[in-house]
């Protein structure tokens, strides 16, 4: 016999399955967690807890009332109606301390970063790890040998408290707090991050990883990173994000500071699969002086709303900057990506290159500025942007600004919108390959410009989470 | 040519104190940085922000433009931060018979 099932049962019973459906989701267990909503006591519990100097103290708070101040930005997508700041935990912590090695990891987290594969990870090719686990770095550790460089790798509060001077000296200089009314708001309640510092001339060999999650419902994570490349120096650093899917709105707010000193040369991965219910509006900025090169690989899957816009500020003579950008926009998702490059010098060059594919109803955009300031004779750039959309009820935008103040330059751009054709299908198709199959190639071959540029990990994981999303896109 | 013009009594811009003087085409914000009075370019070179409603940093010599956060060293007009990057005019000051003055062409 049947029995008819409570609301409440039936409420439960929705969430019977959320493993095998959404991956994984670990009972909440905090030490502390703020009430919903911003204030300035939060602002001050937040300072007080990490026993802040009184210097970031005033700026947390002063950037709090830039971010009251501004009004909601109307620009970009109308989803940015739907992102509630009232709503919202800004400071959740895990754990008393970051935790120095993997013992000390409390088993909770343990669990939640052994499904993500953070131990085999390092133990195969990460020069060190940084775990966010909500708002704190829990667990973090730097190579012997990279210490022994002078590398700094560390989470950002542990680099305010360890190395006040570099900070104060460099925090804030490429994204003042009030640039954006989203940096005004990390600003205030930025928690956790990496600070990087490479010495003169040193050359990190091994990509610096870090791996961010969110695991409290409508919980911000306002990470903040600080990469200082002195001259000379190299650096290669990658973040990839996951987080498990929730039935409220969350929100990333990140802001992510490069400073590539004369000849220096970082490269920023990111690989973002934020669950579709995550309004990731991130600030990320570069500069690079003389002929230092910066280059940002950007690859967003995930979110509900993703706007993100990695800049680089070209200062000093021929320096070069690059941005790589793979968007893809399925169900309900927008993906408002792109670039943007100031060329503030002479004979500095850049490239863009972005591909966006939007497949189910998704949005894909590419909006990118391209600067060419008076007196920066012999620039040369080249922007290159393509969409790629996989169904009729898919959309493309592409927002390009080219502005040029100087006449000897030389700058290029290119845009692409195209379907996935049945004659392209139908060739594939003839050589025996099935449908579903012949699909996924078309896709991998669009973007596998920018996935060879990713380390193998990465790239093996892109193409697999582009097959997911592929996954029933035919029919 | 260089023209001189008056801004106002040394005692009318204490220190902290700032104002807008306009002349021809030009607005020229001028600052009492702990004492010492400089005057800039009043327009924030990456969006024409107005400086002189921003926020003066004494014990640094700055100027934060209200609109998107650049600081601006007054001795110099150079920004220390980004999104600015072109330094903005400066203009010599002079003090004279207790009033400020500043050179303008």
Not at chain 1, 308 to 327: N, Q, T
Not at chain 1, 372 to 395: F, P
Not at chain 2, 33 to 44: K, L, N, S
Request: charged share 25%; glycine share 8%.
């Amino acid at each position: 016999m049947a029995v008819e099932l409570t609301e409440n049962q039936q409420l439960a019973a929705i969430n019977a399955d959320y493993e095998e459906r959404y991956g994984f989701r670990d009972a909440e267990n905090y030490l502390y967690k703020a009430p919903k909503g911003l204030t300035r006591e939060i602002v001050e519990k937040i300072s007080e807890f990490k026993s802040e100097p009184q210097w970031m103290r005033e700026f947390r708070l002063k950037a709090l009332d830039h971010f009251l101040a501004r009004p909601q930005p109307t620009w970009g997508s109308p989803l940015m109606a739907e992102v509630d700041y009232d709503d919202i935990h800004y400071f959740v912590r895990a754990s008393e301390k970051a935790g120095r090695s993997w013992d000390e990891v409390p088993e909770d987290v343990k669990r939640t970063f052994d499904r993500l594969g953070i131990p085999e990870a390092e133990r195969k090719f990460l020069a060190g790890v940084g775990a966010q686990y909500e708002s704190e770095v829990v667990y973090h550790q730097v190579r012997e040998d990279l210490e022994k460089q002078g590398v700094i790798f560390v989470d950002m509060d542990s680099g305010l408290r360890e190395h006040e001077d570099i900070v104060r000296e460099y925090f804030a200089t490429v994204i003042p707090p009030n640039d954006n009314k989203l940096a005004a708001l990390n600003s205030a309640v930025w928690s956790g991050g990496s600070f990087v510092y490479v010495p003169e001339g040193v050359h990190v060999e091994m990509p610096l990883q870090a791996y961010f999650r969110i695991n409290t419902e409508n919980m911000g994570q306002f990470e903040r990173t600080l990469i200082i490349a002195e001259p000379g120096s190299y650096v290669h650093y990658v973040e990839g994000c996951t987080a498990p899917t929730y039935s409220s709105s969350s929100l990333h707010s990140a802001v992510v500071e490069l400073i590539a000193k004369p000849g220096a040369r970082i490269r920023y991965t990111t690989v973002q699969n934020w669950s579709t219910n995550v309004f990731n509006l991130v600030t990320k900025r570069a500069v690079a002086h003389e002929d230092a090169t910066v280059e940002w690989v950007d690859c967003n899957l995930g979110s509900r709303l993703t706007m993100k816009y990695p800049s680089v500020y070209l200062i000093g003579e021929r320096a070069h900057g690059e941005i790589l950008s793979i968007a893809f926009a399925g169900k309900g998702q927008h993906q408002d990506a792109g670039g943007k490059i100031i060329h503030a010098a002479p004979n500095t060059t850049s490239n863009i290159f972005a591909k966006s594919i939007s497949k189910d109803g998704g949005r894909g955009s590419y909006r990118g500025l391209l600067e060419i300031a008076k007196g920066a004779h012999g620039a040369r750039s080249k922007v290159v942007c393509d969409a790629l959309l996989l169904d009729e009820h898919s959309r493309s935008d592409t927002y390009p600004t080219i502005r040029i103040g100087e006449d000897d330059v030389n700058v290029g751009h290119e845009a692409t919108v195209s379907k996935v054709g049945e004659d392209q299908l139908f060739y594939l198709m003839s050589h025996g390959i099935p449908e579903d199959e012949a699909s996924k190639l078309i896709v991998n071959g669009f973007i596998e410009p920018v996935t060879k540029e990713l380390p193998m990990e990465y790239a093996v994981e892109m193409n697999r989470l582009i097959e997911l999303q592929m996954e029933g896109s035919i029919g | 040519m260089p023209q001189v013009i008056e801004v106002c009594p040394v005692d009318e811009l204490k220190p902290g104190d700032m104002r807008l003087v306009e002349w021809e085409d030009l607005e020229i914000g001028v600052f009492n940085c702990a004492g010492t009075v400089y005057a800039i370019e009043d327009r924030c070179s990456h969006d024409d922000g107005p400086l002189v409603e921003g926020t003066l940093d004494e014990e640094n010599c700055t100027i934060e433009c209200p609109r998107h956060g650049s600081l601006f060293d007054l001795k110099t007009g150079k920004p220390k931060t980004l999104p600015a990057y072109v330094p903005v005019d400066t203009y010599p000051v002079i003090i004279e018979d207790q009033t400020i003055k500043l050179e303008v062409e």
